[in-house]
């Protein structure tokens, strides 16, 4: 597996976790990282990604505030900090390299994925 998304855990809401995703490869320095979720019985959702100096972020409305997503290239590890989480939170967490060096919230435009870690938010 290329890519490994680990931190994944159980939490009460209000609470918060930390993702990270790493890099064996050390592929992704050049790319666009980003992270997407899938909750039980729904389709996979963008998250947030980062381009690839980090410069610019993207997230979706629903976690605007809450997340931050970082990266270190030194270190071939992209993070995604979650705070104030919400029982809607819970899904398996997915990272995903991009083909570009841009961020996007486009699916497609991801070409490399990481195993999933779950993370359940309990009210």
């Known amino acids: 597996v290329q890519l490994q998304a680990s931190g994944g855990g159980l939490v009460q809401a209000g609470g918060y976790l930390r993702l990270s995703c790493a890099d064996s490869?050390?592929?992704?320095?050049?790319?666009?990282v980003g992270w997407f979720r899938q909750a039980p019985g729904k389709e996979r959702e963008f998250v947030a990604a980062?381009?690839?100096?980090?410069?610019?972020?993207y997230y979706t409305d629903s976690v605007k505030g809450r997340f931050t997503i970082s990266r270190d290239n030194a270190k071939n590890m992209v993070y995604l900090q979650m705070n104030s989480l919400k029982p809607e939170d819970t899904a398996v967490y997915y990272c995903?390299?991009?083909?570009?060096?841009?961020?996007?919230?486009?699916?497609?435009?991801?070409?490399?994925w990481g195993q999933g870690t779950l993370v359940t938010v309990s009210s």
């Open positions: 995903a390299r991009s083909r570009f060096s841009y961020g996007s919230r486009g699916q497609a435009d991801f070409n490399a």
């Open positions: 980062i381009s690839w100096r980090g410069g610019t972020t």
């Open positions: 490869r050390r592929t992704f320095s050049n790319n666009a």
